[in-house]
């Protein structure tokens, strides 16, 4: 047993105290662009750390987010949406039966939305899992497009090309904070489970995994799974954040970002997914300058909008490259690494290995 | 519904497969010898395209000469694509490939909207491929018959290429073991490069064949054509040239059939190939012409 | 003594190429039996078909009476059939002590709903797979490598951490591919008798591939010989050692090299 375990412990609650009070002042006294921001980083967060399930812990490669995040959005948007609003935006096609009569609480509608993904999860590993998880990648890839396609042609169901609207800002900071702080605790301690150990033994070789009798075909649909079921809530949150939807919000674009934070903070860390998650949130917009016209020396540069998707492309290739630990590599933050760190700097930098 | 109808849309159907066709070779061939998803192939498609059109419209090139030069240029670039991201990851996991496979895949499609912007530009139809002959009742473009021609031409190339010669050998030998035919001194990576090349360039070969029909091309035309050719990859039995030229003949049918037997269908045409996927997948995971192989 | 488990008749073809044709065997309770055979013999080919890796084109696997044939690896693992692999494939960034704990994973009742929310079966399940873990270890010696990081094992100790994560599945036949290979006399003596002190404690039978000879004749019981996927030979190492096919397979592949 870990000795320090009461300090870690303390420290732990320490910090969510003081994440806590800086929400609470933030809620009250920070502008919408900064709550706006602060709410994409929890959001992200959250994804980035259950998309990590699948690919950094687990090594398949799914590029399925946005798909699950646009069947959370939908599922908890028709359900929390009043018969009348419906009614009243269903303007080609009316919504089909039982939708047009329901109405749920926000939180029924969020854990609907998260299940409602799991399932299509389900549905998907089941032929992929079976046969080659090679195949993950463009089956999500795939399946991407698939509900993009799905969500313009039911109108009955999702207003097809339209959208959704008037959707109620259910979400806020609490919510999503909350959101990333259960996700977090969740994927967390199942990485640390025997459950967990056994999902990073199929990272490292699937044929010996089997070999010490691990099913590794349920433990990677549990991975997808259980990161589809949190991708799913992300949407149903981000619907309610930006109270308006539509199928051409969700594209491959949602993913790249993820993949990106993923990459960043190493492949298989919790922690750096989190880290990376805020990095890149706040990165993106510290680089809206790229695409601003802008005078260097004698040089006009006109604006150049789509500059930073070139840049963050050019990064992911060349950390695949040069950098493939990314900043965590697959080492978790620990306050135990933090006071020996401490420990060594007190110690003198010339001592230190 | 009558026979003239049902040989036109069978017609329809193979002249568009035979597009996929021709993409998914490359597709295949990489997977065949790497085994990686190369997502930047439908890419590299759209980056022929663009070579074909700057040749005409910036250069005045005679568009034969623009084509072909396109198609060279192609191969080029697939070439710098292996040298510069590829081959530093081919040690590296599986899913570190892939990862870079993406990431080149979304810097081709970017830079593509800066440089070229994103609205579709008109592209260039010669003259005679223009005609619409009428063969027992069934109307082709001429433009079709050629782009079919040419199809089985390059095919016969390749499949020429991969057993006759011997490039062609040393890339079957790389596909069964990499590590031996490393030993046996021949020089994987140039084969390799050898075979992106090819691949590419019957990629910018079925793209600019593709743009022909439309006319227009865009900097994302690639992703849809792309993943529809990887699934005639996989339908055909990834690895196989031939089985990739089958697979995409059949999608290409099945896919225009759906559309004009269910009209109201029309709108699910882009998921046809996936629901295709997913049921070979679970039905026949080795794909029509694929086989088992020892590990 | 009674049967544990018996292959009839397995063959294996890929594609045109057969790997393995008609091969036999016949394991009784406690016995230690040796595949040998020059490489390419086919004899790796047939541990992947006995621990499930590969479908045999034909013929039976049985194992206490139960059919194999069509068995998933990690259902033949669990059981009762565990194996190592002619290169060692351990869980390079895991620590020691958790490759053995993953061993013990197969067979816990915990869902991952416990595992998460520990509810207090799963607490009990960790903490016995941790001490049973650490049991282990002290059996095959790495009880001070607990923490380590399995790659950085040396080699040796590498190879006995794998043959004691074969042993946390609890299996009732082992089979060892090349326990030997790359180890010095004085490893290799000391890989043996470990190898049949853990026989006694466990209760193993164990059937092994080996080209270390003299590690063969001394260890086995019994001898099979394998040439191009056929039985070429049978009987205790005294016999095996004066069969004339045996030497000229041997031989045959020297003049190849």
């Keep these: ?30 502008s919408d662009y900064q709550i706006r921001i602060l709410n994409n980083c929890a959001i992200f967060a959250a994804l980035a750390v259950s998309y990590n399930l699948i690919n950094g812990v687990t090594g398949q490669f799914s590029l399925g987010p946005n798909a699950f995040l646009a069947i959370g959005a939908y599922t908890s948007a028709l359900l929390t949406m009043s018969p009348l609003e419906k009614e009243l935006s269903f303007i080609i096609d009316p919504v089909i039966w039982p939708l047009n009569e329901i109405q749920t609480p926000f939180y029924v509608s969020l854990l609907a939305a998260g299940s409602v993904s799991a399932l299509f999860g389900l549905l998907m590993g089941f032929p992929v899992f079976r046969v080659r998880g090679d195949y993950l990648a463009i089956v999500t890839l795939g399946f991407g497009e698939v509900v993009r396609v799905v969500a313009n042609n039911t109108q009955s169901v999702t207003n097809g090309p339209l959208g959704l609207k008037g959707i109620e800002a259910h979400t806020d900071l609490w919510w999503t904070s909350g959101f990333a702080l259960a996700t977090v605790f969740f994927v967390g301690r199942l990485v640390r489970s025997s459950y967990g150990m056994a999902l990073k033994a199929i990272r490292y070789d699937e044929t010996a995994a089997e070999a010490i009798g691990i099913n590794t075909f349920w433990h990677k649909m549990l991975a997808f799974i259980v990161s589809a079921f949190f991708a799913g809530i992300g949407g149903g949150l981000l619907a309610h954040l930006i109270t308006t939807i539509s199928p051409s919000l969700f594209t491959f674009f949602l993913t790249f970002n993820l993949l990106i934070i993923i990459v960043l903070g190493g492949l298989g860390s919790t922690t750096g997914a989190v880290l990376a998650a805020l990095l890149v949130t706040w990165g993106g917009e510290a680089l809206r300058f790229v695409e601003e016209p802008m005078q260097i020396g004698p040089l006009d540069i006109p604006g150049i909008p789509g500059m930073r998707m070139v840049i963050f492309s050019l990064l992911l290739v060349l950390m695949m490259i040069f950098a493939r630990q990314g900043i965590m590599g697959t080492r978790e933050f620990s306050w135990n690494a933090v006071f020996s760190g401490i420990r060594r700097l007190q110690r003198g930098p010339g001592k230190a290995k | 519904m009558d026979f003239s109808f049902l040989a036109q849309q069978v017609i329809n159907g193979i002249s568009l497969g035979g597009l996929y066709g021709l993409i998914a070779v490359g597709y295949t061939l990489v997977y065949g010898i790497l085994r990686l998803i190369n997502f930047a192939h439908g890419d590299i498609m759209m980056i022929g395209c663009y070579f074909a059109f700057y040749g005409i419209f910036m250069f005045s090139l005679p568009w034969w000469a623009s084509f072909l030069l396109a198609v060279i240029l192609t191969a080029a670039a ?7 991201a590829y081959r530093p990851v081919r040690n590296a996991p599986r899913i570190s490939a892939l990862i870079t496979a993406i990431g080149v895949s979304f810097l081709l499609e970017n830079l593509g909207l800066v440089l070229f ?51 062609g050998r040393a890339m079957r030998c790389i596909a069964y073991d990499m590590e031996t035919t490393k030993l046996m001194g021949v020089d994987v990576n140039r084969i390799i490069a050898l075979t992106f090349a090819i691949g590419s360039a019957a990629a910018a070969a079925g793209g600019i064949m593709w743009a022909m ?83 | 003594m009674t049967e544990l488990f018996r292959a009839e008749n397995l063959t294996m073809q890929f594609g045109g190429l057969t790997a393995v044709s ?22 790796t080919t047939v541990f992947n078909m006995i621990a499930g890796y590969y479908t045999p084109s034909e013929g039976k696997i049985l194992f206490e009476g139960k059919v194999l044939n069509g068995k998933k ?41 416990g595992a998460v929310f520990h509810f207090p079966l799963y607490r009990r399940e960790e903490e016995e797979m941790m001490r049973k873990a650490m049991l282990l270890l002290n059996e095959v010696g790495l009880a001070e490598s ?51 002190r853990l026989k006694e404690d466990f209760g193993l039978t164990i059937l092994l591939i080996e080209h270390d000879m003299k590690f063969v004749m001394r260890i086995c019981e019994r001898i099979k010989v394998l040439d191009y996927g056929i039985t070429i030979a049978e009987g205790t190492p005294l016999e095996i050692q004066k069969d004339p096919k045996v030497i000229e397979a041997y031989l045959g592949e020297v003049r190849t090299c």
């Excluded at chain 2, 579709?120 to 027992?136: D, G, N, Q, T, V």
């Excluded at chain 2, 699934?231 to 055909?236: D, I, K, P, Q």
């Excluded at chain 3, 923490?147 to 060892?176: D, F, M, N, V």
């Excluded at chain 3, 490893?187 to 190898?195: A, Y």
Aim: with cysteine; net charge positive; aromatic share 8%.
């Design chain 1, 1 to 30: 047993m870990d000795p320090h375990r009461k300090r870690n412990q303390a420290l732990s609650l320490a910090a969510i105290a003081v994440v806590a009070a800086v929400l609470y002042f933030a809620d009250s006294g920070a």
């Design chain 2, 78 to 84: 697939g070439i710098l694509i292996d040298i510069g």
């Design chain 2, 117 to 167: 912007s994103g609205r579709p530009k008109a592209f260039y139809r010669p003259e005679f491929l223009s005609e619409i002959r009428e063969i027992a009742g069934v109307r082709i473009l001429d433009l079709n018959i050629w782009s079919f021609v040419l199809t089985l031409v390059l095919l016969g190339v390749i499949l020429f290429i991969i057993h006759d010669t011997r490039t």
């Design chain 2, 213 to 295: 029909r439309y006319p227009q091309i865009n900097p994302l035309m690639g992703i849809i054509p792309g993943l529809k050719a990887f699934v005639a990859a996989v339908l055909g039995g990834i690895g196989n040239v031939t089985g990739a030229m089958l697979g995409g003949l059949l999608l290409g049918i099945i896919e225009i059939l759906l559309v004009a037997l269910r009209p109201d269908m029309a709108g699910y045409r882009d998921a046809i190939a996936f629901a295709i996927l997913i049921l070979i997948l679970l039905f026949r995971p080795t794909g029509l012409m694929g086989q088992k192989l020892p590990d």
């Design chain 3, 22 to 43: 008609g091969f036999d065997l016949s394991l009784c309770r406690g016995e230690i039996v040796g595949l040998i055979g020059p490489n390419g013999a086919g004899k």
């Design chain 3, 73 to 113: 690896a990690h259902e033949i693992t669990k059981l009762g059939i565990a194996r190592t692999f002619q290169n060692i494939r351990l869980f390079p960034d895991l620590k020691v002590i958790e490759n053995i704990m993953l061993a013990y994973h197969c067979r816990i009742r915990s869902s991952f709903f």
């Design chain 3, 146 to 196: 607990a923490e380590e990081q399995s790659s950085s094992l040396p080699y040796g100790k590498q190879r006995k951490l794998e043959i004691a994560r074969a042993l946390g599945t609890g299996p009732k036949l082992l089979l060892l591919d090349e326990p030997a290979a790359g180890m010095n006399p004085s490893e290799t003596q000391e890989l043996l008798d470990l190898i049949l």
